[in-house]
């Protein structure tokens, strides 16, 4: 398998009797880092590839560190034709795990992976979910309504946004003292401490 589009020169050794992942981000990728650490020497389950919207994505630089192979597309790849669908094939990828993704999955990669794309959301849906509710916009809206509690959604995605169904929720409390970044700190420890193990049960349990 070639670590890139074109590159004739270097190759992914993917064994096949592995679920291979591909994370999509947009943004700083700590999920992603979690995630590339829990699975680093997991003897049935790799990350093979990081993909992102965002050429300057911090995810990217993450995905060197670890030695994840890592290509940047557009809305039109993205939206048109087959490219990032025939990208996701070169990896012989057979799970996505979007984290802090924030473009809708469209309908061509929803039917090449059939209850096999998760993501996880900073709050416990059906509240503060749907369209533009991401990263600090739900923590503010979190403190704005004064609610004593959030926590994270883990669930599989479809064709709308964040109504896929539900894999895993936790929750932690909110002090009336707590500021949205504040908020933001208990939030990054659920996800960061829940959705490695949640991906890793999610595909041993589904199967390969």
């Given amino acids: 398998l070639y670590d890139g589009p074109g590159n004739s020169n270097s190759f992914v050794h993917v064994p096949m009797n592995k679920a291979r992942i591909a994370i999509f981000a947009s943004g700083n990728g700590t999920n992603a880092e979690e995630i590339f650490k829990h699975f680093l020497h997991h003897p049935s389950i790799q990350i093979v590839l990081l993909l992102s919207n965002n050429p300057k994505a911090f995810a990217l630089e993450r995905a060197v560190r670890f030695a994840i192979p890592h290509l940047v597309f557009t809305r039109r790849q993205y939206g048109e034709g087959n490219e990032v669908l025939n990208w996701l094939r070169e990896y012989s990828v057979t ?12 309908d061509a990669l929803l039917k090449a992976y ?93 199967g390969r």
């Fill in 95 to 106: 799970h996505i795990v979007l984290a802090g993704f924030l473009w809708l999955i469209p």
């Fill in 114 to 206: 059939p209850d096999r794309i998760i993501n996880i959301h900073p709050a416990l849906l059906p509240k503060y979910g749907g369209k533009g509710m991401y990263g600090m916009k739900v923590h503010e809206a979190v403190k704005g309504a004064g609610e004593i509690e959030t926590g994270i959604t883990i669930h599989v995605v479809n064709e709308h946004y964040d109504k896929g169904k539900v894999l895993f929720q936790t929750k932690c409390t909110v002090a009336p003292t707590d500021t949205p970044d504040q908020i933001a700190g208990k939030v990054h420890h659920l996800e960061h401490t829940h959705y490695p193990r949640v991906i890793e049960e999610w595909i041993q349990v589904g």
